[in-house]
């Protein structure tokens, strides 16, 4: 996947901004400040490489996708630039102010169910019945590479890196930059990261296979929401995830207001999640002894 990762970079570069990686001394990490990429989330970039490939018909036809905010907002951002017509199905958990972001940029919005797996499926049926081209969340290796254009930057940002924390919701993110940090830095460990109310892919990958997950109200809900039958990111997750660890509610929170106090951002609960597990990892680093230790946090979206 490393050459489809580089394609997409070199595809998307004229569109995309390469954000910092800025070094957060209060923990001694460094965050990936995906909260000043277009949109204000990493999706802008799946989205951006996917509709790039697009064909001159599949452009003419139309886009749907399935979102609870972040990437409806990429999808409908990218289309925007392109002049290409695109629907947002969302379930009724969608946060008011982004389902309003994604009208704004010029996306029609469907309201489907209850969560996003329901949403998602329902998009999928549409855009079948249709003849459009559905643009998955993750479920899409032309997404996913999207994503990983954040691992050839943090590769450059950062060459010797020890671990990177990354939250997981589909995971096309940590799919993606693991996929390509393995590639080009096996020794640097990839930490998935999850909210204790909302585990699933954690829970499908001990499973070894894609299961049910019962779910409980989370900060984090940009990462809620099941797994479709089938996806691609299931097998990705379980060849580059090394570690995953869990995180309260209550840590989410404490991530927040840590964020905002020693950095001055403020971060949506997604982000808290990877943040969280790194500031929760910190005594275990530390109880290991080692004098240098490089991680990264990825990524920072804002709150909306």
Not at 39 to 63: D, H
Not at 66 to 73: C, P
Not at 246 to 255: D, F, G, N, Q, W
Request: glycine content about 10%; overall charge neutral; aromatic content about 6%.
């Amino acid at each position: 996947m490393k050459a489809d990762i580089l394609a997409a970079c070199h595809r998307i570069s004229p569109f995309v901004r390469e954000t910092p990686l800025e070094f957060a001394p209060a923990a001694g990490v460094y965050l990936k400040l995906e909260h000043l990429q277009h949109t204000g989330s990493f999706k802008f970039r799946g989205a951006s490489n996917k509709i790039a490939l697009l064909t001159p018909a599949q452009s003419a036809a139309g886009v749907v996708t399935a979102s609870n905010g972040n990437h409806g907002l990429g999808v409908a951002a990218a289309s925007r630039a392109r002049g290409i017509a695109a629907e947002v199905f969302v379930s009724s958990q969608v946060s008011p102010a982004k389902a309003r972001r994604i009208q704004a940029l010029g996306a029609r919005l469907h309201c489907a169910g209850d969560d996003s797996l329901f949403a998602e499926l329902a998009a999928r049926r549409a855009a079948e019945e249709s003849g459009r081209v559905f643009i998955s969340p993750y479920n899409d290796l032309d997404v996913v590479a999207g994503q990983g254009t954040i691992g050839v930057e943090l590769h450059r940002q950062l060459p010797d890196l020890d671990a990177v924390f990354v939250a997981v919701g589909g995971g096309g993110l940590i799919g993606g930059i693991g996929a390509y940090l393995k590639a080009v830095s096996p020794r640097t460990e990839i930490v998935g990261c999850w909210p204790e109310n909302s585990p699933v892919m954690e829970r499908c990958l001990e499973a070894g296979r894609i299961v049910d997950v019962a779910e409980q109200p989370t900060l984090s809900e940009s990462t809620a929401g099941g797994l479709e039958p089938g996806s691609v990111t299931f097998d990705l997750c379980r060849r580059v995830i090394d570690r995953a660890a869990l995180v309260t509610e209550e840590e989410i929170l404490s991530a927040m207001r840590w964020v905002l106090d020693t950095e001055h951002w403020v971060i949506e609960g997604a982000a808290a999640v990877a943040v969280a597990a790194f500031l929760k990892d910190a005594a275990r680093v530390i109880a290991i002894g080692r004098p240098r230790w490089f991680f990264a946090v990825a990524t920072c979206p804002r709150r909306s």
